[in-house]
């Protein structure tokens, strides 16, 4: 058939309309070369017909299809399903007329009850590799863990002795947190103070007299043009737009000097202060590798 294949290439070549490029000619030739079928294609044929009869061959075209494609990738993920399921320690599902079925022997194993409920595995029970790719996640528990081990490597310890040890560990790494959260706590309180005082200056006709009275003296209007929040909200709009845009405007740069200081590879306020958190705790703890305990306090939250 490979000969047969190679004349009827060079006749098509030969044949063809001379106003065709060459290259077009040589793939429409290409496109008609009947190779064998894949046994994968062959095995769901025989499947199906009892029969090889009539379907040795496939041209290339076909296996080009997108109809083709779907139907090789639907086969091997059938093929790939009807194996069972990996990594539950050897454990197989047996079809049976009453559904599926797990081996009893396996499923009273303990490793297959942690593969099959992950949702009860705490971080100590978990291998490095799990634990690694936890932390790579910033989940901070799994960097707890990790330099709980690194502890029990270190110092020769037991698990138990390890976790005494990382307790001190964790207590000198937030000894001056509750300082450090001064700003951030002032900044939120003073956020939340303006953003629900910015309603009864605005539109309670009260309140927004004894601000004008205190710190506007702007001329009140007649009580007809005061009689709705929408008309108190126009009045006391005169003083209030005024700080109100500014305070914005001043937000939306400092927003934008933080993304610049970011591509920079400035530090904010935030990132420094984790950074000289780190830095303390390596130079208290020098017996640990630096790098461990880094990433255990720049997981931990300041407040």
């Known amino acids: 058939p490979h000969t047969q294949s190679q004349r009827s290439l060079s006749r098509s070549i030969a044949c063809s309309r001379t ?5 077009l000619r040589a793939a429409n ?3 008609m070369i009947r190779f064998p079928v894949p046994a994968l294609i062959r095995q769901s044929w025989l499947t199906t017909h009892k029969s090889w009869d009539g379907f040795s061959i496939i041209q290339s075209r076909s296996l080009s299809s997108p109809a083709m494609r779907r ?11 009807s194996e069972g399921p990996s990594g539950l320690g050897g454990a197989r599902e047996h079809a049976t007329n009453e559904g599926p079925s797990v081996d009893p022997v396996v499923a009273s194993s303990a490793a297959f009850q ?3 409920d992950l ?6 029970e978990m291998d490095v590799k799990s634990l690694m790719t936890l932390a790579a996640l910033e989940v901070a528990g799994a960097h707890a863990e ?3 081990r690194h502890i029990m490597s270190v110092d020769g310890v037991a698990y138990d002795e390890a976790k005494t040890k990382f307790e001190r560990i964790a207590i000198h790494n937030r000894k001056a947190d509750k300082l450090h959260a001064v700003p ?5 309180t003073a956020s939340l103070t303006a953003a629900f005082a910015s309603f009864p200056l605005c539109f309670h006709e009260s309140s927004v007299k004894y601000f004008n009275h205190h710190y ?3 001329d009140i209007p007649d009580p007809r043009d005061l009689e709705t929040a929408l008309e108190v909200g126009s009045w006391a709009w005169n003083w209030m737009e005024p700080p109100l845009g500014q305070i914005s405007f001043v937000l939306l740069c400092l927003q934008f000097a933080r993304s610049q200081m970011q591509n920079l590879g400035i530090k904010p306020y935030t990132a420094k202060i984790k950074e000289l958190r780190a830095q303390s705790l390596v130079k208290e703890f020098p017996q640990y590798n630096a790098a461990i305990l880094t990433s255990y306090s720049n997981s931990v939250n300041l407040f």
């Open 71 to 81: 139907f090789l990738a639907r086969t091997k993920k059938a093929a790939a399903l």
């Open 29 to 31: 030739c290409f496109a």
């Open 184 to 188: 951030f706590l002032a900044g939120m």
């Open 119 to 124: 949702t009860s595995l705490s971080f100590k």
């Open 216 to 218: 506007v003296t702007a």
């Open 146 to 148: 990790i330099l709980k």
């Open 19 to 23: 106003d065709q490029p060459c290259l």
């Open 114 to 116: 942690a593969s099959t």
